[in-house]
């Protein structure tokens, strides 16, 4: 794994599966690989029994005995395929692999490695983009069709190109659209835009969808699918120039604000994509996009890689492509672009904007992208590598039946084109301006000077970093401030530069951390979420090493609150402690970190804090307590610590979420703290037990017996929370953790049961309870509610100052009106002996079944 990559992990097992499918459902159109399905057998059809259907005729095939080889050779694989799986005793050779896909995977890979090098061959591409084409119209408006999307054919250049739109959009004036260019692959030689319109419409559906769950219904999303000219009978400069002409056929024809687009492609596609964006900084015209996506990206054509038996590709059709390369860059070694195109890795990446490198682990080109993500991160731009284990060359084209990760690598696509639009705005265009100064400027004999005491004007903002030749060598990253004064009779353009840390972590959110004059300012990669520390707020900084990639730092602020950042590198570290005793005028203090394997030592409370320290005061553990859910004595000198649980870690990953102190009998002095007041210490820090505010209803534990979680608790409401006080456990319930409510009567005729659905379930110990069920008698009784009189109003005469009546139906009718959550009933059904429920059992569990109104 390269440094800077992180691999996706598996989908995460969460009780909120259910936005999850709400994100993921977008395979409905997805019926770009069925294309390829129909081609392939149209093409193994044609190979055995000599059709002309494909165009094709006996160029693939030159002789009888071929075809029957080739398809000897399928049928091989196939049975290879069938007999592996069935020596593993019906397993999969890989998890995220289908039977489906390792029969396809044998079968193309095999059939590939003998004939397909042919398919670059002139008139053998002519064809198979004609019949693509043909397949993509019919697939294309049946995607079309289902996805309930307006098709817009246009040319430009003598080329065909595809705009794809929903029929109903919000007015353009008054909402932003993000519009996602794509360049299709196909090694420069195969396919064509319309091949790419179910695929286009996955893209469409799945950014509309993050809008909505975003909440951002007006913005309107777009994707276009350029064309190009293609090898062998255009050179590589052509197609170059293909590219970037769409693209400004785009911006200054068709009048897209080029914030609006983010550029993206795959495999070759994805070379192209690169191309543009380097042949747009070079122009200086500031027309770059948000951003850019590179998926299973094509950028060495000139290099020679091992073959991988695991991927579906042919390393034959990679060395036709390499072969047609080298010779079109020696026919044209001249042109600059051809060189750019052919090997995108040894070009000057800096000045582009962010980017995204999806990277599949049995890619036959897998090392182009790490490559070009360790220069892009040399070069100062802003890069993100994403690998999939397992995964073959444009793994995401296959549908989620096939290939499951295909699903999760276009939510990531769609989610970072999303982000990057989202932040973008004025961003690139002073990138640009500062790209035009250091390539002009400084050859028209003026002075670049990083001024020590900081700008004296407002920051100009910029999303990604500058070129990084900076005289002081001090690398720009978010932020930087330009301004012109005259000094000496000469122009000296003053730069302050605002250094940027990658790869920062706050919690379990990667960022960038911002170093500027005026304090820290943390921002997340994924999200608009950041963290400002202004200068005059930090009160001391220390630092922590954990490994040569993992140091933290702790940042105290003025009341004693910290914050932490994890993930720095050492020479991070070395940067940061210039940069604060330079502008802060503070020292970055290490801290001494117990390292003699004991757990014990002193408790201390230190702000909202609980921090153990060993001999030399080093820390041996430090609790921000805020994370602290429930403090319990569950022996004489032992205190139990619960944690919140976090619920954006992946199901495989291990978090802490209990932890026992034991605390010895003291002799009696003052010195020694009990477990019972270290207990009520935790609890108060905490604000497990301090409310703030008076409760409105109070229901005194002899009301009613909690089944789940067994005992009796006494129940407070409040405004925006709810509080369960025992012998033993307290818990505070947030209403919004209060997923629905049931009344439902029990089948003895006597008692009701009143159950709290939680989407985070309460702990004691180990033991999750994410149902709360509350048992209550029918007898009357009267409660008070403390609301003022014009506080009573606002429920329209359903709630008083004393209700009365039977408890369960009080107890409902507070929870519909003071909480806000619709409480279910059991509705009209009866059994034959007039109870609301059947018994029934599940494993060997039994309990009973309520039908209600539309559900069980």
Same mark, same amino acid.
Not at 135 to 150: H, N, P, V
């Given at each position: 794994m390269p440094v800077f990559a992180w691999r996706s992990p598996a989908a995460m097992a969460t009780s909120k599966n259910h936005d999850v499918r709400a994100v993921e459902g977008c395979d409905a159109s997805h019926v770009t690989p069925l294309a390829l399905a129909a081609y392939v057998t149209l093409a193994s059809i044609n190979a055995v029994w000599g059709f002309d259907a494909l165009g094709i005729k006996r160029r693939l095939i030159?002789?009888?005995?071929?075809?029957?080889?080739?398809?000897? /050779? &399928?049928?091989?694989?196939?049975?290879?395929?069938?007999?592996?799986? @069935?020596?593993?005793?019906?397993?999969?050779?890989?998890?995220?692999?289908?039977?489906?896909? !390792?029969?396809?995977?044998?079968?193309?890979?095999?059939?590939?490695?003998?004939?397909?090098? /042919?398919?670059?061959?002139?008139?053998? #591409?002519?064809?198979?983009?004609?019949?693509?084409? @043909?397949?993509?119209?019919?697939?294309?408006?049946?995607?079309?069709?289902?996805?309930?999307?307006?098709?817009? @054919?246009?040319? *430009?250049?003598?080329?065909?190109? @595809?705009?794809?739109?929903?029929?109903?959009?919000?007015?353009?004036?008054?909402?932003?659209?993000?519009?996602?260019?794509?360049?299709?692959?196909?090694?420069?030689?195969?396919?064509?835009?319309?091949?790419?319109?179910?695929?286009?419409?996955? +893209?469409?559906?799945?950014?509309?969808?993050?809008? &909505?769950?975003?909440?951002? $219904?007006?913005?309107?999303?777009?994707?276009?699918?350029?064309?190009?000219r293609k090898f062998p009978q255009h050179s590589l400069a052509t197609i170059a120039a293909d590219g970037l002409a769409i693209y400004n056929h785009i911006v200054h024809d068709r009048g897209v604000d080029p914030s609006n687009i983010v550029l993206a492609g795959d495999s070759a596609g994805a070379g192209l994509t690169m191309e543009t964006l380097l042949k747009l900084r070079d122009s200086s015209s500031g027309d770059f996009p948000a951003g850019a996506i590179c998926a299973c990206p094509f950028f060495d054509l000139l290099g020679d890689h091992d073959d991988r038996k695991l991927s579906h590709l042919s390393q034959n059709m990679r060395h036709a492509m390499r072969k047609l390369a080298r010779?079109?860059?020696?026919? !044209?070694? $001249?042109?600059?672009?051809?060189?750019?195109?052919?090997?995108?890795?040894?070009?000057?990446? %800096?000045?582009?904007? %962010? +980017?995204?490198?999806?990277? #599949?682990?049995?890619?036959?080109?897998?090392? /182009?992208?790490?490559?070009?993500?360790?220069?892009?991160?040399?070069?100062?731009?802003?890069?993100?590598?994403?690998?999939?284990?397992?995964?073959? *060359?444009?793994?995401f084209l296959f549908p989620s039946l096939v290939l499951p990760r295909a699903r999760t690598a276009v939510r990531d696509m769609v989610a970072f084109a999303i982000h990057c639009f989202h932040c973008h705005d004025d961003h690139h265009q002073a990138r640009a301006i500062l790209y035009f100064l250091y390539h002009t400027l400084i050859s028209s004999?003026?002075?670049?000077?990083?001024?020590?005491?900081?700008?004296?004007? $407002?920051?100009?903002?910029?999303? &990604?970093?500058?070129?990084? #030749?900076?005289?002081?060598?001090?690398?720009?990253?978010?932020?930087?401030?330009?301004?012109?004064?005259?000094?000496?009779?000469?122009?000296?353009?003053?730069?302050?530069? $605002?250094?940027?840390?990658?790869?920062?972590?706050?919690? /379990?959110?990667?960022?960038?951390?911002?170093?500027?004059?005026?304090?820290?300012?943390?921002?997340?990669?994924?999200t608009e979420s950041q963290k400002k520390l202004a200068k005059d707020e930090i009160v001391t900084m220390l630092w922590t090493p954990v490994g040569e990639k993992n140091n933290h730092i702790k940042v105290y602020q003025k009341g004693g609150k910290y914050v932490r950042f994890t993930g720095l590198k050492r020479a991070d570290i070395d940067q940061l402690k210039q940069h604060v005793e330079t502008y802060f005028d503070r020292e970055l203090v290490q801290e001494k970190v117990s390292s003699s394997g004991g757990n014990w030592g002193e408790m201390k409370f230190e702000g909202p804090n609980l921090n153990f320290r060993g001999d030399n005061e080093s820390s041996v553990l430090e609790l921000p307590l805020e994370l602290v859910a429930q403090c319990a004595l569950p022996g004489k000198n032992e205190v139990e610590l619960q944690f919140h649980e976090d619920d954006t870690v992946a199901g495989d990953e291990e978090t802490l979420v209990e932890m026992r102190v034991y605390l010895p009998p003291g002799d009696g002095s003052d010195d020694v703290i009990t477990a019972e007041a270290f207990r009520d210490e935790v609890l108060q820090r905490a604000n497990i037990r301090s409310v703030t505010g008076k409760s409105i209803v109070e229901l005194e534990e002899s009301l009613g017996t909690f089944l789940t979680p067994r005992g009796r608790y006494g129940v407070e409401i409040y405004a925006n929370f709810l509080r369960m006080h025992g012998k033993t456990f307290d818990y505070k319930i947030m209403y919004s953790n209060i997923n629905r409510c049931f009344l439902l009567e029990l089948p003895n005729g006597i008692n009701t049961a009143f159950v709290i659905s939680l989407e985070e379930p309460i702990r004691q110990g180990k033991q999750g309870y994410p149902h709360l069920v509350l048992q209550l008698s029918k007898e009357d009784v009267h409660i008070d509610v403390n609301l003022s009189a014009d506080e009573i109003k606002k429920y329209n005469g359903n709630i008083h100052e004393r209700m009365s009546g039977a408890l369960p139906q009080i107890v409902a009718t507070l929870f519909k009106f003071i909480i806000g959550k619709k409480v279910y009933t059991s509705g009209k059904f009866k059994t034959h002996s007039g109870d609301r429920a059947v018994k029934c059992a599940v494993k060997a569990q039994s309990g009973h079944l309520y039908p209600l109104e539309k559900s069980f």
């Open positions: 030159v002789h009888e005995f071929m075809r029957w080889a080739l398809c000897f /050779h &399928a049928l091989e694989a196939l049975c290879r395929a069938i007999g592996a799986y @069935v020596a593993r005793g019906c397993q999969l050779r890989f998890p995220e692999w289908t039977f489906v896909w !390792e029969c396809m995977q044998g079968m193309a890979h095999a059939a590939g490695a003998r004939n397909c090098h /042919h398919l670059v061959l002139s008139a053998n #591409a002519s064809a198979f983009r004609r019949n693509s084409d @043909v397949l993509g119209r019919w697939l294309g408006a049946l995607s079309c069709y289902l996805s309930d999307t307006k098709l817009e @054919v246009f040319e *430009h250049r003598g080329l065909e190109h @595809v705009w794809l739109r929903s029929k109903i959009e919000h007015d353009a004036s008054s909402s932003r659209t993000l519009v996602l260019m794509y360049y299709h692959g196909g090694g420069y030689t195969l396919f064509c835009p319309r091949f790419y319109i179910p695929f286009g419409n996955v +893209l469409l559906q799945q950014a509309k969808r993050q809008f &909505a769950l975003a909440g951002d $219904e007006d913005i309107n999303a777009q994707v276009i699918l350029p064309n190009d010779s079109d860059s020696d026919c !044209e070694r $001249e042109q600059a672009d051809t060189q750019k195109l052919a090997r995108v890795a040894q070009c000057d990446l %800096s000045g582009l904007p %962010s +980017l995204l490198l999806v990277g #599949a682990e049995f890619d036959l080109v897998a090392d /182009h992208a790490r490559a070009v993500a360790k220069k892009a991160a040399a070069d100062g731009v802003d890069v993100t590598l994403k690998e999939y284990d397992k995964m073959p *060359h444009a793994f004999k003026k002075d670049i000077v990083c001024p020590p005491n900081g700008p004296t004007t $407002e920051p100009l903002p910029v999303a &990604a970093p500058v070129p990084s #030749a900076l005289p002081s060598g001090t690398s720009i990253g978010l932020c930087v401030s330009v301004w012109s004064v005259k000094e000496r009779e000469r122009d000296v353009i003053y730069i302050m530069a $605002e250094t940027t840390l990658n790869n920062v972590f706050w919690g /379990h959110s990667d960022g960038h951390l911002v170093l500027s004059a005026s304090g820290l300012l943390w921002r997340s990669r994924t």
